[in-house]
């Protein structure tokens, strides 16, 4: 899923607020089409987000988070840090994006 990751920042007084979309259809494995079949369980398992290569936040997720999950938070960094943010999910797909910090 190439270029799955979108990401925003916004400076503030004494602080950075970022927001991060995946594009994802996260599917739980509980849902049905519409024949009846059973949709298989396709959702991200850990998102890692970095600030100049230093992790500063792992998420483990499951099937019940919503399709294209959002997600925002605060940060003190600097104008021009290197943000970068990568997902894998059950069926071993990846993403990763990065983003210079305003």
């Known amino acids: 899923m190439a270029n799955s990751i979108k990401i925003r ?18 599917e739980n494995g509980r849902n049905r089409d519409a024949t009846g079949q059973l949709i298989p369980a396709h959702f991200i398992e850990q998102l890692l987000v970095k600030l100049n290569d230093q992790l500063i936040l792992t998420t483990n997720m499951a099937g019940s988070i919503s399709k294209n999950p959002f997600f925002t938070f605060r940060l003190i960094a600097n104008s021009g840090d ?17 983003h210079l910090l305003d």
């Open 9 to 26: 920042s916004q400076r503030h007084d004494g602080y950075t607020e970022v927001k991060l979309l995946i594009t994802h259809p996260m």
């Open 82 to 98: 290197r943000l970068s943010a990568e997902w894998t999910d059950n069926r071993q797909g990846k993403d990763s994006a990065e």
